[in-house]
């Protein structure tokens, strides 16, 4: 099914990788102010020539909206300049992405009204090698609160999940390299599923409501790299999973 909402620097489908559809409006980090709007390629590739070429990018630049594809209007959003991710031009095989540091969030603050489990969220990232105790989102809801995060000094290195106070699912998931992860929300059958990796357990019931945030404020948190994230309805079979686990590692080439 169709994802409630989609983000980041790959063309979520090829419908909307046209040339004309925008993936972010990245901004100049010295003033924040000069600004520009970059789209998603034919190819569902961001476009990083125009970016990089750009007054926006001249230094280095940050991002102030992204925007989200599934047309739903659900847009992550930052205001304060200090707090918005730095755009990593050829972050992974040539390819775009973002780096978030402590304090810098991108926020849509109405978000989903109610997206009930069974759900799924789905991202592309990195972690940094440091250890820092809080928990950064990887793409959260902070009503319920739910969502998935990387744990900041767990041993071994991992990635999590939560729907409620208790409990938490926690998966391996290597400082220093980048993953694809599914993280399917379902009560007692939930699971997340690292590149290929799956690890079962039990979530409280939590809905994906309120607040859709990537990143944390207010928190010193690990250094780690987003390319892409995303919402749907319900949770993905065996067989999508391996199909979009493919597409994630095929797109960005590792």
Known sequence: GAAQVWVGFRGYSTAYSTGANPAADVCDVSTGLTCTTINILSNGKFDAATAAGSSSCLVSCNVSK??????????????????????????????????????????????????????????????STSAQAATPNIFGASVTPAGAFYNGSATPQSVGTYAGSAPVINATASDGAFHTEQFLFNGAASNIIVDTTTTSGNLGGNAFTGNITIGQPSSTFDTFIECEAGVWNGTFSGTVQTNLNSQQHAFWGF
């Open 66 to 127: 992204l925007y989200d594809q599934t047309g739903g209007g659900i847009h992550l959003t930052q205001s304060t300049n200090a707090n918005r991710p730095i755009v990593v031009f050829g972050a992974i095989s040539g390819l775009a992405c973002m780096s978030f540091s402590s304090n810098q969030n991108l926020v849509n603050a109405t978000g989903l009204s109610v997206q009930a489990q069974p759900f799924t969220v789905s991202a592309v990232n990195k972690k």
